[in-house]
Nanobody
Framework: QVQLVESGGGLVQAGGSLRLSCAAS????????VGWFRQVPGKEREFVAA??????????HYADSVKGRFTISRDIAKNTVYLQMNTLKPEDTAVYYC??????????????????????WGQGTQVTVSS
């Protein structure tokens, strides 16, 4: 069992930056792909970014809408995955969720872009970007 706790959300002006954190507890998540998703009311939760298992290289994958502005990374020592969000836009406003998928046999983050690819979810953190 993996427990995920997000933090770092808040209110920021357009063009600003935020860094979200996803801390894992419960067991080591060395074989887990970790992703970030976001959801606005009335819409489906959408993929934002994913990072590969530990020691598989920092393979990452991004949604086109955030490519070049967001960066996903992981700190193995802190058991934490980050989402650095720069040049934020009002359309980035959403609840952001961290998710983990056990991938003991490997795979690319490109294979983990759907909600049901992931078995563990955090509670979400609100990001609001004002214009």
């Amino acid at each position: 069992q993996v427990q995920l706790v997000e933090s770092g959300g808040g209110l920021v002006q357009a063009g600003g930056s935020l860094r979200l954190s996803c801390a894992a507890s419960g067991r080591t998540w060395s074989t887990y792909v970790v992703g970030w998703f976001r959801q606005v009311p009335g819409k489906e939760r959408e993929f934002v970014a994913a990072i590969n298992r530990m020691w598989s290289g920092d393979n990452t994958h991004y949604a086109d809408s955030v490519k070049g502005r967001f960066t996903i990374s992981r700190d193995i020592a802190k058991n934490t995955v980050y989402l650095q969000m720069n040049t934020l836009k009002p359309e980035d406003t959403a609840v952001y969720y961290c998710a983990a998928a056990n991938a003991p046999y490997g795979g690319s983050p490109r294979d983990f872009v759907r909600n049901n690819d992931y078995g563990y979810w955090g509670q979400g953190t609100q990001v609001t970007v004002s214009s």
